[in-house]
């Protein structure tokens, strides 16, 4: 089971396979490793324990970040994760990033944003679309209304850190200075990824 890995100069935290998205370009059923990184699909999830371990097993000076992700959805262990980086950074000054969908709100039913505080110094939310039908169509979420939530997500959690909203290079530039604006609009920064193939 592969709790951390390395990806360039991040060491990534991989700590859920569910997920409340079925997005048409996911890569978990069609590509076992992630830059030949094996055995990512979870049999069972790690206790908050086996996480902390695994990571301060590492030489954390030699990354320039911890990334929690998953191969799934994060937020499905939101208390867990911001438990975790406070103990991390009781030893470690290594800035912690957040890779999510924004659904965590929706997941607990309830506002999970003022746990981010102190823990996490950038939550990273992807925002895929620059509406709700187009991110309906791409990334087929279990939740009604899960866009306009990621938004609201975002706007909740720029109170206590630095949220950026990512899209990738394919869309369209119409299209990404729109996401542009509706980054801006709930205090966040917008960040044009590669399409990795």
Known sequence: MTITYELG????????NRCSNACTFCI????????????????????QEEILEDILKRDLDQYDELVFCGYGEPTY??????AIAKEVKKVHAIPIR?????????IFK??????????IDVVSISLNAKNEKEYNE???PVFKDAYKELLEFARLAARYTKVVL????????????????????VGAELRIRSLIE
């Open 9 to 16: 100069k991040s060491l990534y935290v991989n700590i859920t």
């Open 28 to 47: 978990r059923k069609a590509e076992p490793t992630i830059n030949g990184v094996d055995d990512l699909w979870l049999e069972k999830e790690p206790t």
């Open 77 to 82: 262990r939101l208390d867990e994760i911001c």
């Open 98 to 106: 957040i890779n999510t969908n924004g659904h965590g709100n929706l």
């Open 110 to 119: 309830r506002d999970m944003t003022p746990l981010l505080k102190d823990a």
């Open 138 to 140: 791409l990334c087929r």
């Open 166 to 185: 990512t899209i990738v290079d394919i869309l369209p530039l119409e299209d990404q200075e729109t996401c542009r604006r509706i980054s801006e609009s």
